[in-house]
């Protein structure tokens, strides 16, 4: 026998699920607007508070949009919108417990290695000229620091943009967002630049040969570099 309490629900909450049901049968697709709130509150037999925080819960997910003076549109989510949900979260948690950027770290070693193998296998002439750009801008902000790390990002973006799947892209961007004050203390200390546009000039190469193993040992060799230099005290971000 389940002796659990039953949990307590607010009327949006309802309201959401009746909205989602109605999504997923089908009968709004995305594009498409939902009912006025008066309709909605109608229909529903509910406030306009419950209706509009049911909205904008919808919001949050990326489910819908809410435009002002507008009546709420069907969204198709994208890969980077369903990350984005979750970084503010993951920043929290970082700040929370210090320790979790160690397991951060580790997972983005393991996703970036997999990534730079793939891309390796997969790249065409097209894809390599692209990466090449990416090298090529990251070198050109060598003094400029916010844009260095923008670029920075941007190279193992399109690397990940390479395996075709467009979680992967979203999936780095994030990692850098999520631990930002940790990047930029690695890119800060004395002659690290220089050190990143060899390690990513190394990687290109790699993937410029189609050889998938030399790419993520480049990748591997590049990013615990970084980890390691992180540990070193005057590197960490106050």
């Known amino acids: 026998m389940n002796t659990e309490p039953i949990q307590r629900r607010k009327i949006y909450q309802e309201v959401v699920d009746r ?131 923008h670029k920075d990002m941007l190279f193992h973006r399109e690397i990940a943009n390479i395996s075709g799947n467009p979680i992967y892209p979203a999936i780095v961007e994030a990692l850098f967002n999520w631990a930002g004050a940790y990047y930029q203390s690695i890119v800060r200390a004395p002659g690290s630049e220089a050190l990143t546009l060899a390690e990513h000039t190394r990687i290109f190469e790699a993937i410029a040969a189609g050889d998938g193993d030399a790419a993520a040992q480049a990748m591997s060799d590049h990013l615990l570099r970084a980890n390691d230099l992180y540990h070193r005290p005057e590197n960490r971000p106050a």
Request: aromatic share 4%; with cysteine; net charge negative.
């Open 19 to 149: 909205l989602l049901q109605r999504i997923r049968d089908g009968e709004w697709r995305p594009g498409d607007q939902l009912p006025s709130e008066r309709d909605l509150m109608d229909t529903y037999g509910v406030g306009r508070p419950a209706v509009r925080e049911a909205l904008q819960d919808l919001a949050r997910s990326g489910i819908v949009e809410i435009t002002h003076g507008e009546r709420a549109r069907v969204m198709v989510p994208t890969a980077d919108l369903l990350i984005e949900q979750v970084a503010g979260g993951a920043q929290h948690l970082l700040r929370m417990q210090p320790d979790m950027l160690e397991h951060l770290k580790d997972a983005r070693v393991f996703m970036e290695m997999g990534m730079c193998r793939m891309a390796a296998q997969r790249a065409d002439a097209q894809d390599v000229q692209r990466l090449r750009q990416r090298l090529d801008d990251h070198r050109a902000a060598l003094n400029q620091l916010d844009v260095f790390l």
